[in-house]
C-alpha cells in the first residue's frame, strides 16, 4: 500500500461569542497538541494511537471540559465520558459517567478488544478497578467555584464554561486522524455539559457525538442534546461513504441542523486526506495540521450563522 499524508485535526469545545476570553492561550494549547500528534503520525503511528495521544494531552489540559478540569454536575460531582471509533475496525468503544479517573480515553480503549464495548457509571468504575488504574481526582479549583457560583443562582445557566476562562462556557474535546496507511479514528472526551441532572448521558459516547470507518471519521461538541437528535457524527459518515463529499456531507448536515436550531460544531477527515470543520455555534475551538502547516478556525468567529472551512 502506497504512504498517505497523515492528516489531524482536533478540537476544545464550541460555544458562543461572550466566550470570547483567553483565546490566545486556547490557542497556543491547540498548536502544540497538534505538533506533537502530528510528529506520531510522521513516525508511523497509527491513526487510533494519534487519537488517544491527542485525546490524553486535551484531558491532561485544565483549560478544557474534558479529563482534569472537566465541569462539575448538578450535584458538585465529576462525571466524564468518552468513546474511540477505529475506523478501520469500524469498531466503537466508550465509558459513560466514569469518575475518579485522569484519563478516561484510556477506559475507552481498553474495551476495543471487548465483548461488552460501552460501559455506564457503574460498570467503568469495575473496569477501573480490575485495570488497576489509579484514583485521581479531575476537579480544578476552577470548577468547584464555578459550581458554588452557580449554586448562589440555582443552576440558571444551561451549560457550565467552555473552558477555564471566566468568560467562557461549553466544552469537549476530540480528534480526528488519518494515518500513514489510510486509516482513520476518531476519539471525543467530556465533563458533560456542566450543572446536569445526575445520570444525564452525553452525546460523546455515542455514535451520535463520535464516529469513524474507512471513508471518514467525526468527532463533535456543543449541545449533547442537539447533536443526538441530529445523530451528527454518524450522519456525516454515512453521507460521505455513500458517496457525497466529506464537504458536501458536513455542509448539508450542518445545514440541517441549523434549519432546526442546533448549536453545535464537528470536525471531519476522510480517507482522501481531506479535513473539514463545520459550526452552527458562534464558536469552534479547533486546530489541524495540513501536512505542510497548523491552522485553526479561531478566525472564523463571527454572527453565529452557519460557518465552516474545509481543505
Ligand atoms: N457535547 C458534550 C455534552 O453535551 O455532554
Redesign the pocket.
Known amino acids: 500500500m502506497s504512504q498517505k499524508q497523515p492528516k489531524l485535526i482536533i478540537h476544545g469545545g464550541a460555544s458562543s461569542l461572550e466566550d470570547k476570553g483567553g483565546l490566545l492561550a486556547v490557542r497556543q494549547s491547540l498548536h502544540k497538541i497538534v505538533l506533537e500528534v502530528y510528529q506520531l503520525l510522521l513516525a508511523g503511528g497509527t491513526a487510533t494511537e494519534a487519537v488517544l495521544l491527542g485525546c490524553e494531552l486535551l484531558e491532561n489540559e485544565p483549560r478544557f471540559n474534558a479529563g482534569t478540569g472537566s465541569v462539575l454536575q448538578s450535584d458538585g460531582q465529576v462525571r466524564m465520558?468518552a468513546s474511540l471509533m477505529d475506523g478501520q475496525k469500524q469498531r466503537f468503544s466508550g465509558v459513560i459517567n466514569v469518575s475518579w479517573v485522569k484519563n478516561p480515553i484510556q477506559l475507552a480503549k481498553a474495551l476495543q478488544s471487548e465483548e461488552d464495548r460501552v460501559l455506564s457509571d457503574y460498570g467503568s468504575a469495575h473496569l477501573t478497578r480490575d485495570l488497576q488504574v489509579p484514583i485521581y481526582d479531575p476537579a480544578t479549583d476552577f470548577r468547584i467555584e464555578e459550581w458554588i457560583e452557580e449554586r448562589k443562582t440555582n443552576f440558571q445557566s444551561k451549560m457550565a464554561r467552555l473552558y477555564a476562562d471566566p468568560e467562557a462556557r461549553r466544552g469537549?474535546i476530540g480528534v480526528v486522524a488519518l494515518d500513514q496507511n489510510g486509516y482513520i479514528a476518531a476519539g471525543t472526551s467530556?465533563g458533560?455539559?456542566g450543572l446536569e441532572k445526575i445520570g444525564r448521558v452525553?452525546?460523546?459516547a455515542m455514535p451520535a457525538?463520535n464516529y469513524a470507518n474507512r471513508y471518514a471519521g467525526v468527532s463533535?461538541?456543543?449541545?449533547?442534546?442537539d447533536?443526538i437528535d441530529e445523530c451528527f457524527a454518524a450522519k456525516v459518515v454515512i453521507r460521505r461513504t455513500d458517496g457525497l463529499s466529506l464537504v458536501e456531507a458536513m455542509e448539508r448536515s450542518m445545514q440541517e441542523s441549523q434549519t432546526n436550531q442546533r448549536d453545535l460544531g464537528a470536525i471531519a477527515i476522510d480517507s482522501t486526506g481531506v479535513i473539514v470543520w463545520g459550526k452552527t455555534s458562534e464558536i469552534l475551538l479547533a486546530a489541524y495540521h495540513t501536512g505542510e502547516k497548523i491552522e485553526d478556525t479561531l478566525e472564523w468567529f463571527g454572527s453565529g450563522e452557519l460557518s465552516g472551512g474545509h481543505l
Open positions: 465520558s469537549t467530556t458533560g455539559k452525553s452525546d460523546s457525538g463533535c461538541t456543543g449541545i449533547g442534546e447533536i
